[in-house]
């Protein structure tokens, strides 16, 4: 049987412990590695910034739903807005030689989960899919 | 959050208590920022307490670290955690930071 957690957060900062210690408890309870719950907590803190800062530009009273499923060789994160919609083509991580503040979101996010598949289709806002396949150590 | 800030010879020590993120990452930037305006020749952030950071805290630090360097200053971090230190490497920012083990190794290089 699949194991799913479903989280609603404000878009305000402040929440995004939350996300993290829940997400943190959700891996530890699916057997993942340290690593991989710190990957998984940083990938999912990071995706939630950004829905923050680019979608919601800010608004600290909008809906960010976060879902997170044990499976036997994965555990998945799916993270909805409700915003404006973002072209998946449009999100790209910087390019690292550039030494500045920020830009640093997606290219984390995709570095540290197996996939990262952004979904603009649903009929309002927009999906995140964010998937860590369990290492032969967990 | 909470942020300790001390002076050891002409070094100016930061640190921050917690995670750093996009709601604490403010509080860290103010405080890195009014010693940046007051040309601190050597900012030292001293991160041993903090367990968490993301992109929001590197981003604050980037910019700590530019602005120090635009008028001859330096700023260095210590006492990296595991995860922590993690997040420069996959940034790969280890390598553009002055990155110390310890204070004392830190304050030797002022």
Do not use: W
């Amino acid at each position: 049987m699949n194991r799913t957690i479903e989280i609603k957060i404000p878009s305000d900062p402040k929440y995004l412990k939350i996300v993290r210690r829940a997400v943190a408890h959700l891996c530890e309870l699916a057997g993942l590695s340290r690593q991989e719950r710190n990957n998984s907590m940083l990938a999912v803190d990071e995706a939630c910034t950004n829905i923050i800062r680019h979608t919601y530009k800010g608004a600290p009273d909008k809906l960010i739903v976060i879902e997170g499923t044990i499976f036997n060789d994965k555990i998945m994160f799916v993270l909805r807005d409700f915003g404006e919609k973002i072209d998946p083509k449009t999100i790209k991580s910087r390019e690292l030689n550039d030494i500045r503040p920020g830009g640093l979101g997606v290219h984390l996010i995709r570095s540290v989960m197996d996939e990262a598949i952004y979904d603009n289709t649903p009929e309002i806002g927009n999906q995140l899919t964010l998937i860590k396949y369990r290492t032969k150590e967990a | 959050m909470k942020i300790n800030t001390r002076t050891v010879d002409s070094a100016v020590i930061i640190e921050p208590i917690g995670d750093i993120d996009l709601y604490s990452s403010i509080e860290v930037r103010k405080t890195v920022l009014s010693l940046v305006k007051k040309q601190v020749p050597f900012l030292l952030i001293d991160l041993g307490r903090v367990e968490y950071m993301d992109s929001s805290g590197v981003a604050t630090l980037v910019e700590g670290l530019q602005a120090t360097r635009a008028y001859g200053g330096q700023l260095a971090l210590v006492n990296l955690g595991s995860g922590v230190k993690a997040v420069f490497e996959l940034s790969r920012l280890d390598k553009v930071f002055e990155i110390y083990e310890n204070l004392e190794e830190a304050i030797s290089k002022c």
